[in-house]
């Protein structure tokens, strides 16, 4: 499943699918990008980063994309499963952070 | 150990009041923040504090002031409570503008 940011704020996906959730950031002098997910009562907790001279990043299970272009982020996140249902926001740094709207992912399972 | 934590967690409170969240961090970070998070879960950042010093203040209303005694703490007071500031208020630290590492969270509902 893929979501596209501001215009659909919630994605649902299938547990064990794979999951893409967009992000437009707005400054293109910005230099660092963050993912992070909030669960339901918890504050958000980082997943994973990326510097603008990079075009790609992996962790466990996740992905984020950086195509500087655009100004497009993405998180790509492999077999989503049921933990992975949260609120995901993108950042990005040009002297201080800023949080993108945040997009919610279900996942049915 | 909690790495940044926030007291309290829940409050309730009537219109016209005064009020304060305390946070600490026991990360030695040099930044701290405070953010809103309003119901369609938008963080906005308020401020920001650098080795006890400001750098960032959004368009804040005045009646909104952080106040930091020592680098592990920054403290958000907020005098004659409005409806509109019902939200849920995080605290982060970081090293400068690097990976900030949020509270749990004060849940703010007022009257």
């Known amino acids: 499943g893929e979501s596209v940011g501001l215009h659909l704020p919630t994605l649902s996906v299938q547990e064990g699918d794979n999951s893409i959730i967009n992000c437009a950031y707005s400054n293109s002098a910005s230099d660092y990008f963050i993912w992070y997910k909030q669960e339901s009562g918890k504050g958000p907790q980082f997943i994973i980063d990326i510097r603008s001279n990079m075009d790609k990043r992996q962790g466990q299970r996740v992905t984020v994309l950086l195509n500087k272009t655009v100004k497009h982020l993405s998180l790509q996140i492999a077999a989503t499963q049921p933990g992975d249902s949260a609120v995901y926001f993108c950042a990005e740094n040009w002297g201080d952070m800023r949080f993108g709207a945040g997009t919610r992912l279900t996942v049915k399972p | 150990d909690t790495a940044v934590s926030q007291t309290p967690k829940y409050l309730v409170t009537q219109m016209g009041n005064d009020k304060s969240i305390k946070c600490e961090q026991n990360?030695?970070?040099?930044?701290m923040y405070w953010y809103k998070q309003d119901s369609k879960k938008f963080l906005k950042i308020m401020f920001s504090y650098n080795n006890k010093e400001l750098i960032i203040n959004e368009t804040v209303p005045n009646r909104f002031s952080p106040k930091s005694p020592d680098k592990a703490h920054l403290n958000l007071h907020i005098n004659s409570l409005e409806l509109g500031d019902s939200a849920v208020y995080f605290c982060?630290?970081?090293?400068?503008?690097?990976?900030?590492?949020f509270g749990p969270g004060t849940r703010l509902t007022v009257l």
């Open positions: 982060a630290s970081s090293v400068r503008a690097n990976e900030q590492f």
């Open positions: 990360l030695g970070h040099d930044t």
